[in-house]
């Protein structure tokens, strides 16, 4: 297999209604992803997003993003209408999202769809509640959280009084009667998010396209798999975290880095089956094709800090669950038993003799980003020292985009680029090609290019500076942008390094 793709958030796709979603312009990716040659879609992960408004801290590791609801699929069910959405205020930048406007304007028109969805009895139709059935492990305890964040003016559940905070029956009893209501509106978005992200999956599928989804390594505190599942956690009698990640003290950081997440408890998890991880993977194979696991290394060996400590200079590195995890997750998680491409392990950073075995004893391919690979003599990144077994990338969602890294590094580096292409191109735009060209040469399998990078974009559509929070997860497409010459040009690509995918039998 020697295929590409193109990595782009559903956050970042057009629409008229203030962020990327399951519309229209979701298809018409599709469609283009086709016409260029490529076999895979990647996306951030789709969770239901908080504070901050990061993907990688979400309430739920099931959950999916009720921003990215197609209102237009909600108008032709009767549920909604035109004039409601367009007098909506979403913002009115169409380059960025506006998470303000969207947070007003979004959860005002689904409480109106959810109203006329009990109206017309929909909650008592067969694949409404069939759907509440199968996701039952995950989708009660997400629904009862959020309704009691709503009663509580969205306050940490580790705020709440005691008896919400530690799920008293009788406090659990109460608030499934008194909120039954709000529990049925977080319900009702689950399964319109499910039911239309399922079709375009469906659609995907019937263009010869897979989708990688992407799961962060570590969850959020206030979400409801630790308020629900204490147990998978380092937590206290009181429920308070024990524990929480973190990077060492280094070279940028005197103190090093307090992430502030709970960190498992793989011990107890290990005695149990791993019966969490298991039922996460299974629903992320009902969502993707293909699951990149972030921060992979967390699997081997893992930061842990004192939960009451202010700096993560008192941490120290446990052990995580190594290879014993993933055997267990292919003999109980049918996508994962397979020879094909199920997972890609982000294998970033710091590489340990530990850390290496456990991405060769999974068989899963780690990645390549060639941003990385100029700034030293002969790095690992660099694309003579790829393996078959690899995905390569540009760049990823925490870099900048290619143009504005051209920018970044320094004339020695940027000589070194250049001499390393055999590029004597000194106009940035063509010299971003000639990057991305570099990557589809790559005898690894898999090519991953942002699609800033085909476009040429510079900083202002960067996604992410980690260690920032303000201006990340905001960048959109302009409507109308991707063209058919802009298709046939990465098809030539494709075809040229041998990356158009083959067509899947019985498609």
């Known amino acids: 297999m020697r295929e590409s793709g193109i990595l782009f958030p559903v956050f970042s796709l ?3 209604f203030g962020i990327g979603c399951v519309s ?3 298809y018409d990716f599709v469609d283009f992803l086709e016409k260029s040659g490529q076999g895979f879609w990647q996306v951030l992960p789709v969770g239901p997003t908080g504070f901050g408004d990061s993907p ?9 993003n009720p921003y990215f609801i197609g209102l237009e699929k909600l108008i032709e069910e009767g549920l909604l209408t035109w004039d409601e959405c367009n007098s909506t205020d979403f913002g009115n930048n169409e380059e960025k999202v506006d998470y303000g406007a969207l947070y007003q304007g979004r959860f005002t028109l689904l409480r109106k769809a959810y109203e006329r969805f009990t109206e017309k009895g929909l909650d008592k139709e067969k694949d409404y509640l069939e759907f509440v059935k199968e996701e039952k492990d995950w989708l009660q305890d997400y629904a009862l959280i959020m309704a009691i964040k709503t009663e509580e003016q969205g306050k940490n559940w580790q705020d709440w009084d005691l008896p919400y905070r530690t799920r008293k029956p009788a406090a659990i009893k109460k608030a499934l009667t008194e909120l039954a209501d709000e529990i049925g509106f977080f319900m009702f978005q689950q399964y319109e998010f499910d039911r239309q ?28 798999d630790v308020w629900a599942h204490p147990e998978v956690f380092r937590m206290n009698d009181d429920l308070t975290p024990e524990l929480v990640a973190g990077c060492p003290p280094d070279a940028f950081s005197a103190t090093g880095q307090l992430w502030g997440n709970p960190v498992y408890d793989w011990d107890s998890m290990k005695k149990a089956g791993y019966p969490w991880w298991v039922l996460r993977m299974k629903r ?26 202010e700096t993560a200079e008192n941490g120290e590195l446990l052990k995580g669950p190594g290879m014993d995890l993933f055997t267990v997750l292919k003999k109980k998680v049918p996508e994962m038993k397979g020879d094909g491409l199920c997972v ?17 004893d999974s068989g899963f391919p780690g990645m390549k980003v060639l941003q990385f690979a100029f700034t030293s003599w002969d790095s690992v990144y660099m694309t003579h020292r790829h393996e078959k077994n690899s995905v390569v990338y540009t760049g990823t969602h925490d870099n900048p985009p290619t143009r504005a890294w051209l920018d970044m590094i320094n004339d020695g580096e940027r000589d070194y680029l250049r001499r390393y292409l055999n590029s004597m191109n000194t106009d940035y735009g063509a010299l971003v090609w000639d990057f991305i060209r570099e990557a589809y040469r790559s005898v690894s399998d898999l090519c991953i290019i942002p699609l800033q990078d085909y476009l040429v974009k510079g900083n202002e559509s960067r996604i992410n500076t980690p260690g920032t929070a303000g201006e990340n997860w905001q960048w959109r497409l302009r409507p109308n942008f991707l063209s058919d010459d802009l298709a046939y040009s990465i098809r030539q690509l494709a075809e040229t390094y041998s990356r158009i995918p083959q067509k899947n039998e019985g498609m």
Request: charge should be negative.
């Open 14 to 16: 057009p629409s008229r």
């Open 24 to 26: 229209k312009e979701a």
């Open 284 to 309: 992320s194979y009902e969502l993707y094709d293909v699951v990149r696991i972030d921060h992979f290394h967390g699997f081997c060996d893992y930061y842990a800090v004192p939960a009451e400590d």
């Open 197 to 224: 992200w399922k079709k375009l999956h469906e659609y995907a599928a019937s263009k010869n396209v897979k989708i990688i989804g992407d799961i962060p390594f570590y969850v959020a505190m206030d979400s409801a």
């Open 344 to 360: 890609i392990a982000e294998d970033l950073g710091n590489v340990t003799k530990e850390n290496k075995k456990l991405l060769d």
């Open 56 to 64: 990688y801290q979400p309430f739920s590791a099931f959950a999916g």
